[in-house]
């Protein structure tokens, strides 16, 4: 008996240190990266002179902009509004002093739209790209059926999302091979991190960027090229409705200056503090926190209480580490549990 309790003792005893090492670890890690990075931050200018920022006129991509302008690149913005082009270019070069070009393009017409871009930019010492832009196939959270308009949008939808990362890096990092030297950002998502219902399009472009960031910088690593993974949860932009930041919903500059500074430290990342406590570590079975996230977000989809007071929990921090992609505790008025995740139909 006496050696039985002492094989479980020890048993214990080393899954306690087990844990705390790995805890100790990540924390570790999580130092290192979000605060550490605060402090020596990595020098952009030695990437190169440019940075190519697409999807640059609004949210992330503009906040990239002129975060890496401030930090003395001059850049490239590539969006579909010539207009907002020139404005924020103006915007660049008046408040940080850099030179700018712009690149009118729509990202949703496929392969017709690089010739084009490649040309834009065969004469530039491009040290930086952000492949940051994107889009969802609706501003509601629906059924893969119901996408409105379904041949249209879910190619458009692909070719924003998944071909204009691939073909944008195809078009710079020739150069930054024979260079030696080069930093791409691809901005995938949180809602990448596992399988989204209601969002089952977008989530798997996500995760795409993800896995091909990661699979690229493992094969281009050692030729001096970083490839970073950016996966954020909610940042105030058109796309989350411009709701108004706090301690989990960041601004897009904040987010972006944040982000930026994981460069050199991180090749996959939140993009700032808030969001890494947000991921945590899952609890409960995949296959159960599907379920009661697809729950969730059918209550949301169809009950606008919900929702809105979903939103307004969100937009009121009042209870910290609330989020639905990061499957916390959701409570709502219809339900004292799981935010009517027992009762989809309410």
Not at 10 to 38: E, H, N, P, Q
Not at 325 to 331: A, V
Request: charged share 15%.
């Amino acid at each position: 008996m006496d050696t039985v309790s002492d094989s479980m003792l020890a048993i214990g005893g080393f899954t306690v240190l087990y844990y705390m090492l790995k805890l100790s670890w990540i924390c570790w890690c999580g130092f290192r990266v979000y605060v550490l990075s605060k402090v020596w931050q990595t020098d952009l200018k030695a990437y190169g002179q440019w940075a190519v920022v697409t999807g640059a006129t609004s949210g992330i991509g503009k906040a990239y902009a002129n975060e890496l302008a401030r930090r003395g690149l001059d850049i490239v913005l590539v969006s579909r509004s010539k207009d907002k082009l020139h404005i924020v270019a103006k915007e660049i070069e008046s408040q940080h002093g850099r030179q700018t070009q712009i690149i009118q393009t729509d990202f949703t017409e496929g392969h017709d739209i690089y010739p084009a871009i490649a040309e834009a930019l065969r004469d530039l010492d491009i040290g930086i790209l952000v492949n940051n832009v994107g889009m969802n196939y609706s501003d509601k959270l629906v059924h893969f059926l119901d996408i409105p308009n379904p041949e249209q949008r879910t190619t458009q939808v692909i070719n924003c999302n998944i071909l204009s990362v691939t073909q944008m890096t195809r078009l710079v990092l020739p150069r930054m091979v024979a260079r030696g030297n080069g930093l791409i950002i691809n901005m995938s998502s949180e809602a990448g991190a596992q399988p989204q219902p209601m969002l089952s399009l977008y989530s798997a472009t996500k995760i795409f960027v993800t896995y091909f960031s990661r699979s690229l910088n493992s094969e281009y690593k050692s030729q001096g090229i970083t490839v970073q993974c950016v996966a954020p949860f909610m940042v105030s932009t058109n796309m989350t409705h411009n709701l108004p930041p706090n301690l989990l919903l960041k601004s897009a500059s904040a987010f972006a200056r944040e982000a930026l500074n994981t460069v050199g430290y991180s090749s996959y990342t939140s993009g700032c503090v808030s969001h890494a406590l947000q991921v945590g570590t899952p609890l409960i079975h995949s296959n159960i926190q599907n379920k009661l996230l697809y729950n969730v977000l059918v209550t949301l989809a169809k009950n606008e209480p919900c929702r809105i007071y979903y939103l307004t929990i969100l937009c009121d921090c009042k209870y910290l580490g609330l989020s639905l992609l990061s499957h916390s505790t959701l409570f709502c008025p219809c339900s004292s549990l799981i935010g009517c995740a027992f009762h989809p139909t309410v």
